[in-house]
């Protein structure tokens, strides 16, 4: 469930109800508005990313070190912070219990 959006974030609000998918779509590049293929060239799939896209950076700190992010969205938490390219809003009547497997489980 969507705590708060950063600056710029228009398609999402407080409340609705998300799944992270860790092969983000920008929906602007060639590869989004291909018929073929669905892999982002820009939030593509990388294991070695462990930072944010959009600086370089990470959100999270223990004992003033970074945790790195994993697969665009470091999910074993409570909260995480996410590129809107890696979240899909899903209705808000659909059980998370069992959308959740959409997220990892299916796709995988």
């Not at 060639?30 to 892999?39: A, D, F, M, Q, R």
């Amino acid at each position: 469930i969507v705590e708060s959006v950063g600056e710029g974030v228009v398609d999402l609000k407080p409340g609705d109800h998300v799944v992270p998918i860790f092969n983000g779509e920008c929906g602007d590049c060639v590869y989004c508005k291909s018929e073929k293929t669905n892999l982002c060239g820009k939030y593509r799939v990388d294991p070695f990313r462990s930072t944010m896209l959009n600086d370089d950076g990470t959100r999270f700190s223990v004992r003033g070190q970074p945790v790195y992010h994993f697969l665009s969205t470091s999910t074993f938490s409570e909260y995480t912070v996410l590129d809107y390219a890696c979240v899909v809003k899903i209705d808000q009547k659909a059980p998370l219990e069992k959308m959740c497997l959409l997220s990892c489980g299916v796709s995988t």
